[in-house]
């Protein structure tokens, strides 16, 4: 049996879909700063966001890597509602001994520092604090 695997090679139109949805993300986002700074309406800003992110995706669903990716957060988002979430009480227990493990082990430090620090300056250069 063989074990290679198989590799999709992308065309340069493929490519450069993916590099104008970029372009038109970057654009979006520029759009929406540059639209907020010139104290345009917030609606308005936000509309050149959205329509920049818009035309990226339809240029993306276009391309194979595109549908490739779409694909793959389709399947991401699947598997996290699969996840199963702590209750309210179990986050705050298990909030509660992190944050006892911390304050144990920053003391653990604190006093191995004293310790070192009354070894090095005290006992062995013989500087008095």
């Known amino acids: 049996m063989s074990n290679q695997s198989v590799q999709t090679v992308s065309t340069s139109n493929d490519k450069f879909k993916?590099?104008?949805?970029?372009?038109a993300t970057i654009a979006?986002?520029?759009?929406?700063?540059?639209?907020?700074?010139?104290?345009?309406?917030a609606l308005v800003a936000a509309g050149a966001l959205v329509a920049g992110l818009v035309f990226a995706v339809l240029l993306l669903w276009t391309s194979t890597t595109g549908r490739e990716f779409l694909s793959f957060a389709k399947e991401s988002v699947r598997e996290t509602k699969k996840v199963v979430w702590p209750t309210r009480r179990e986050a705050t227990?298990?909030?509660?001994i992190v944050f006892a493990f911390v304050v144990v082990t920053a003391?653990?430090?604190?006093g191995t520092d004293k310790v070192l620090e009354f070894l090095l300056y005290d006992l062995v250069l013989g500087w008095k604090n």
């Open 18 to 23: 993916v590099a104008l949805a970029v372009v």
């Open 28 to 41: 979006g986002v520029v759009g929406f700063f540059y639209l907020k700074g010139q104290n345009k309406p």
């Open 93 to 96: 227990q298990i909030t509660g």
């Open 107 to 110: 003391i653990f430090l604190w």
